[in-house]
């Protein structure tokens, strides 16, 4: 299996832009989970999904967050208007269910300048 | 919510050395322990796991030990190589969220 597949890796824009994350969980799980890597506030979770439907996003930052998932195969992350301090790695990782071992994909690295 | 620390922050020791981190968490429904491996540029990798109903769990040159009484877990490397050389992160959780420790940077030096 070719593991969780995020894209784009590396993304670079500017403040007010809309930015679009995308994953590709490993083919038969049915749990997903979107989270944020910052050297200040370590791994958090932001939002995630089981069975395409998102169970508990209290970790989203704020409006200009949202998530989707709309088959089991891809989901997205967008922030929109974006900001410096979204500036973060972003990762996905998914599972066979919500208790079992979540599987991270490489990330996507956010810079908002 | 649930809270989890983690120490050391780094660790430096010398190759065949080895290496404990340990980790607290403060909600005790919590159940399930997984440690990760970080590379550079990379995202993290589940290297060991332990679910509640087990004391020590052990996978060649790792292990891994709970005290629920206690609320602490920690990973044991033994005989370190250089490739240990990541940031390696403990977690908690009871059924679906993952919390996070801060993260330990072990350096393994030849």
């Known amino acids: 299996d070719a593991g969780v597949i995020q894209s784009p890796r590396h993304e670079v824009t500017e403040m007010g832009q809309e930015v679009t994350l995308r994953c590709k969980p490993i083919?038969?799980?049915?749990?997903l989970f979107w989270y944020r890597q910052t050297m200040m506030r370590g791994l958090e979770l932001l939002i995630y999904f089981n069975n395409n439907v998102p169970i508990d996003d209290s970790g989203m930052p704020e409006d200009r967050f949202s998530a989707k998932m709309p088959n089991a195969s891809f989901s997205t992350l967008k922030i929109q208007p974006s900001e410096p301090r979204d500036s973060a790695v972003y990762f996905c990782a998914s599972s066979f269910s919500t208790v079992d071992t979540q599987y991270f994909g490489p990330g996507t690295r956010l810079t908002v300048l | 919510g649930e809270n989890v620390e983690q120490h050391p922050s780094t660790l430096s020791v010398q190759e065949g050395d080895s290496a404990v981190i340990k980790c607290t968490y403060s909600?005790?429904?919590?159940?399930?322990f997984p440690w990760y491996k970080q590379e550079l540029g990379k995202g993290p990798q589940l290297i060991i796991d332990i679910r509640s109903n087990v004391g020590e769990k052990k996978d060649q040159r790792i292990a891994v030990t709970l005290n629920k009484t206690a609320k602490h877990f920690s990973l044991h490397i033994t005989e370190t190589q250089p490739e240990d050389s990541a940031v390696y992160f403990c977690a908690a959780s009871r059924g679906n969220m993952l919390t996070f420790g801060g993260g330990t940077r072990l350096m393994v030096k030849p």
């Open positions: 083919s038969g799980h049915n749990s």
């Open positions: 909600d005790s429904a919590s159940n399930y």
